[in-house]
Every structure is written in structure tokens, then in C-alpha cells.
């Protein structure tokens, strides 16, 4: 079975403008969740989507907006960047909305200048 | 909220040596606890789990012991490699509702030969 992919690997945008980031689930999951990890920090949880709907949501404003499409693969998007957006955006996929075994992607790494 | 406290790094060992790395919690309901491990450039991947009280999670001579009474996790293994230098994650999910991990802040090991 395939693993959880994301793309691009690394991006760099500047301040104000606009980016998408993409994610393939794994085989047989129908659950994507993204989550943020700063520089020297833990992973902090973005929101979840399930069937293609989203199913949660952290602490993130409205400008972090994401979509999961009927093959369960998803994008993250983030409008008006902020230099502090700089992160690595990391993908997990489950099975039926726990997230209890969570597969990560290996994360695209962000710059905002 | 919901919660996880680990030890800070970064933790220095020879090869060989043991190793300890503590992680404790705070959660609302009954957690299911993870440890998650990050080598350089790469994504998570889930080490080991436990989803009760007094469960051991164990996998490639790591173990850690759920324990309800002091609302710790603690993941321990008996002979390090330098293989193992990476930086360890311990995180919590809920059972209830939509569930996410919550991550600490990471413990980074170096094993040194």
C-alpha cells in the first residue's frame, strides 16, 4: 500500500500572498488531518477532515482553510501569509475519523520572507 | 486543555547506555498515549501506543508503560544506538469526539559511539 505523500517538499512565499499545500492519503484511509510544527516545537493540530467534511478544528484563524476531495486526498491553504506561518506543515491519514493511527507524510517545509 | 509534558533535550547518551525520556499528561477524559519519532528531514512515525491504563507499548526495544495513577508515559530502552538519535514525541488522543494528537514539545536524543 502507499504511504501518505505530500507536495511540494519545500516552498518559499512571501508575506501577503497565497499557498496551497497538497496531501495523498494512505490507501484505505478516509480521514486527513494537517498539523503545524514551528522550529523546535511540537506538532500543533490545524483541523481534520472525514468524508469531506471538516471535522475539527484547532486553534488556527480563518485564513487556514482546507479541502478533502471524494479520493481522500486534501489540500491546506493558508491566505495573507504571516512570516510566523514559516513552519513545517506535516499530513496524517487514518481510517474513519480517529486519528487514533495516524500515518504522517514527511511535511512540507514552509518559508514566509 | 488537554495537555503533554516532556523532558527537555537534548539528551546526550553513549551507545549502549539506557535511556529515559519522561512524558507526562493532562486530559479531560481516558487518553490513548503515543510516542512518535522524527529522524532528521523526515516526518513522524509512530513508535508505540498504549490505549489504557497499565498497558506497555513496546516496538524495536523501546517500551513505555501507560500509568493512569501518576499521568505518565515514560518511554525507556535498555541499549541505545546511534541509530536512534532523533527527536521523540509524546502525544495523547482522546477517545471521545473527533480525535487529534496532542503533542509535546519534543526531546531530542544523541547517541553518541
Known amino acids: 500500500e502507499t504511504g501518505v505523500t505530500q507536495s511540494p517538499t519545500h516552498l518559499i512565499k512571501t508575506r501577503g500572498q497565497q499557498v496551497t499545500l497538497r496531501c495523498s492519503s494512505q490507501?484505505?484511509?478516509?480521514?486527513v488531518s494537517w498539523y503545524q510544527q514551528a522550529l523546535g516545537q511540537g506538532p500543533q493540530f490545524i483541523f481534520q477532515y472525514y468524508r469531506e467534511e471538516e471535522n475539527g478544528r484547532g486553534n488556527f484563524p480563518p485564513r487556514f482553510s482546507g479541502l478533502q476531495f471524494p479520493n481522500y486526498s486534501s489540500e491546506l491553504n493558508v491566505n495573507a501569509l504571516e512570516l510566523d506561518d514559516s513552519a513545517l506543515y506535516l499530513c496524517a491519514s487514518s481510517r474513519d475519523g480517529t486519528n487514533t493511527e495516524a500515518f504522517f507524510g514527511q511535511g512540507t517545509r514552509l518559508t514566509v520572507v | 486543555g488537554d495537555s503533554v509534558t516532556q523532558m527537555e533535550g537534548p539528551v546526550t547518551l553513549s551507545e549502549e547506555a539506557f535511556l529515559t525520556i519522561n512524558c507526562t499528561y493532562t486530559a479531560t477524559g481516558y487518553p490513548s498515549l503515543f510516542w512518535y519519532v522524527q529522524y532528521p528531514g523526515e516526518g513522524l512515525q509512530l513508535l508505540l501506543k498504549?490505549?489504557?491504563?497499565?498497558d506497555k507499548g513496546s516496538n524495536k526495544g523501546f517500551e513505555a508503560t501507560y500509568r493512569k495513577e501518576t499521568t505518565s508515559f515514560h518511554l525507556e530502552k535498555g541499549s541505545v544506538q546511534v541509530s536512534d538519535s532523533a527527536v521523540y514525541f509524546c502525544?495523547?488522543?482522546?477517545?471521545?469526539?473527533?480525535?487529534?494528537?496532542?503533542f509535546g514539545k519534543g526531546t531530542m536524543l544523541l547517541v553518541s559511539p
Open positions: 498504549a490505549t489504557k491504563a497499565d
Open positions: 502525544a495523547l488522543s482522546l477517545a471521545s469526539g473527533y480525535s487529534t494528537l496532542t
Open positions: 490507501s484505505g484511509h478516509n480521514t
